[in-house]
């Protein structure tokens, strides 16, 4: 269907170039910077306590991922993350694998207390454990039973919606059926490969596109919602996977065509192929 | 020639899917999650002390990797590698250029004493330095004079098989020949391609998929023995090699072939291709 | 026009193969290593102070690159960097994003302080940062008021020159067209692709291709002032971009590609495609 948010959102993410400040894993930190650079953002990837605030300054959206967390870059990250509240500069936070350890559940819950993010993407464990406070989550991959389907997310969104309400956060859980909700609304985006789950990095990217979406429009001063920000993220993001998939011949090669289209489709290609239901 | 196991444990490791959690360097840490990936397993790469233990507990395998070791992950390892052995969860050891500093053999003579490694994967240069508790590689390559060849290979394995059985490891040393031994037997594996030396990660890359064999033929209980089951990896890895080598064009595409390859071909592609010699 | 050097260094590269030490960040530390390996050299990352020193003495050169700078890993730099100089192994440094923070001004000013560069690469803000001792830079990229043409190419290397001759350094400042000067002459340089700016690490790239070529000179003691072989390092690696930018599909395939360059791209290729100008 048509989404006119697509075709504006990304065009003002090419005019207005947002700097990303990205506190990221240093597995998935490539394809973010890229991927970044390929919808015409501007990465910049630092992690010392002693400079992070300053480059929150100069930053127009801020990722937390907690992929290969340790206390140090914890600390980096509760800086940032405090002096983009005071600047207002959105926040976005991938909480990676956090169910897996207490030391995640940790940093994510302490992190939640001190900070105010804009958005929270998640594979929907993931953001089931935060709502719940605790979980279990087998390495980084949600739970097979955590599926969401057209049949659940319904109930899903009903589990969710009352975190979403508490961050103040648009919540984007993705999986083959991705659901997002502002703690009003849910809408479900069925946009996507099955191959994105197969190589590293796909969530930590569409973690980025999200925060340069949302930086875009903030710093444009655009009258969207958030919630149709990260829809629009998580559209665009699940098309660059489809286009992808086109020619798949294996993840080396599905990995860098996913990079080429993010870097090609511009927002007349993309405003046509959202394939969201509100639910 | 026709090689049973590479049939059936490649098939194990994609119904398995085991989660494998790699302490690795952050050169090629993005590579070996998405071999994993590729070949059915899923990763997770954390080195925190405060959650080793904790991934380890979730986890079918787990590889030590010292190629960009500092003294907080050599820590985080030490953790990692005795809860893995509390557990009964196979451990590979990654030995990067542990003969160039003192540091590094320290590191890895230290790890050898409080873990026991089911495998241990370097070049020959890097085995020999553990074997003999000394040695002097020129950064993270084989010395030239350290080649493995036909003629050779015989006066290696006398060389490498009291460390095998000291250890209770299987050594795999790569290079163009590559030897593999338990301590009583030594095999020959051909597999292979000239230029997975001329990319950085392939001997990581390798240790990664060695290990989700290992952990794929532990958790299924399977009847193979950890040589048959590390001559298997070798073989596979060395025939991504081999078919991703077909359309060589430099090592930019030939490393996103070698993951195509790895990606695509099943156990029924690897079973005829073995190249494997008892010796 | 034909550029003797370029034939002659990269050849060296080749023929010699110099280890060069990075210590470097963890963004485009899987993409330094491979342009490295592909352009004939050999890489080694390691960044602990314990070891550093001692991977310094067996390497052929050193690059010292901020990008994800932290205090634990700044002062192995400064480790590395005066064991470098004692022994005379050439040290090259790229300061990512100097003018952005505080910390990082402080550490370059602090490096440039305890230790000689042989050469200092990148962009033109970054480099007038360090000459003035204060700056402003919009994270990573070079401010647009800061493009350097035909026009004002003169002016800007009078504003280098003092800061080239003070700190014995060629300087390398890249862009659209890069500047070059070791106080005395200045070089324009015109090679590339505006495609190179749209991926992440084309400067850290070039900033190890740079160290590689310096140490190939140093190593076989051949008659290359560093102006020219910085030049011959500008001019094949913006040749690569050239090269990469002929099938544009995307940044994810002009990756891949950019290193299929590196890798193939001989002396004799490269010998006649610099497009140099003495300013």
């Known amino acids: 269907m048509r989404f006119e948010p697509l075709l504006k959102i990304s065009n003002l993410t090419r005019d207005f170039s947002p700097l990303i400040h990205c506190i990221t894993n240093y597995v998935t930190v490539n394809d973010c910077a890229n ?15 002693e400079e992070v605030e300053e480059f929150v300054s100069i930053s127009s959206g801020l990722v937390l991922n907690l992929g290969t967390i340790n206390s140090r870059v914890a600390n980096s ?10 600047l207002g ?3 976005v936070l991938d909480p990676v694998g956090v169910g897996a350890t207490k030391f995640r559940l940790e940093t994510a819950l302490q992190l939640l207390e001190s900070v105010r993010f804009t958005a929270i993407r998640g594979n929907i464990s993931e953001l089931k454990t935060l ?4 979980g279990a989550v087998k390495g980084v991959d949600a739970l097979e039973d955590d599926a969401v389907t057209e049949t659940n997310i319904k109930a899903f969104g009903d589990i969710l919606k009352p975190f979403a309400k508490r961050t103040e956060s648009v ?3 993705t999986g083959a059926l991705d659901l997002i909700t502002d703690g009003e609304s849910v809408l479900g985006v069925e946009n996507g490969s099955p191959k994105m789950a197969k190589i590293t990095g796909a969530g930590c990217m569409l973690s980025c596109v999200l925060c340069a979406y949302v930086s875009a429009v903030v710093k444009s001063q655009s009258p969207f919602s958030m919630l149709e920000t990260a829809a629009a993220a998580t559209c665009a993001f699940g098309f660059f996977g489809e286009t992808a998939e086109m020619n798949y011949r294996g993840i080396g090669s599905f990995r860098s065509a996913l990079l080429d289209a993010a870097t090609v489709l511009s927002g007349d290609d993309l405003v046509n192929c959202a394939k969201i239901k509100r639910i």
């Open 89 to 91: 500069v959105p926040v």
């Open 77 to 86: 990250m509760l800086l940032a993350g405090k002096k983009a509240n005071e």
């Open 131 to 134: 709502t719940l406070g605790v």
């Open 35 to 49: 991927v970044l650079l390929a919808i015409g953002a501007s990465p910049v990837m630092a992690d010392a306590k």
């Open 171 to 173: 919540l984007v859980a």
